[in-house]
């Protein structure tokens, strides 16, 4: 009986660890930018919430800090550590915790144009709180080089993001 339920927690928590390391991957498909560079993380957070709920897609991205906190380079560039999880990207980064959390809560509550809409607003609060942390650590343009530049892609990943949960509930 024991031996069951370990197998079963270490089935639950392959998929969280699954998918730490797809936004590290995701991190690193780059086009480099300062102080905030392109990447395709935010899919990746976006992906947590939506294929594992709430509970375990925070949990992934909370493991995903983690690895890059304990000096493995997962984030954008394959940087690490506490320079980073400090610096100019910090606010993204964690925020990502908070965006994969709410993205599974309205994707257990949502579909359709209101799912789309709730995910899209979740990478908006993502812009938000990054943004808000660039302007602390830049003090100044922190909106025309934090924001507005990520916005279309936003618009993009939120889009893919909403086709997955749909591939993914029909499956």
Do not use: C, K
């Not at 934090?146 to 997955?164: E, K, R, Y």
Request: no cysteine.
């Amino acid at each position: 009986m024991i031996l069951a339920q370990t197998r079963l927690r270490a089935l639950d928590l392959a998929p969280v660890l699954g998918l730490a390391v797809a936004t590290a991957l995701a991190a690193q498909l780059t086009i480099p930018a300062l102080p905030v560079p392109f990447t395709l993380q935010t899919a990746a957070v976006l992906a947590s919430g939506l294929l594992l709920g709430p509970r375990r897609g925070a949990l992934a991205q909370a493991t995903y800090l983690a690895m890059g906190a304990a000096g493995l380079p997962v984030f954008a560039s394959l940087n690490f550590g506490l320079p980073t999880l400090l610096g100019p990207t910090a606010g993204y980064l964690w925020s990502f915790v908070a965006v994969a959390a709410l993205t599974g809560w309205a994707a257990e509550r949502w579909q359709g144009w209101r799912l789309a809409l709730a995910i899209f607003a979740a990478n908006l609060i993502l812009l938000t709180l990054g943004t808000a942390w660039l302007s602390v650590v830049l003090h100044h343009a922190a909106w025309t080089q934090g924001f507005l530049p990520f916005v279309p892609g936003a618009v993009a990943q939120s889009l893919a993001a909403w086709l997955v949960a749909r591939a993914a509930r029909r499956a």
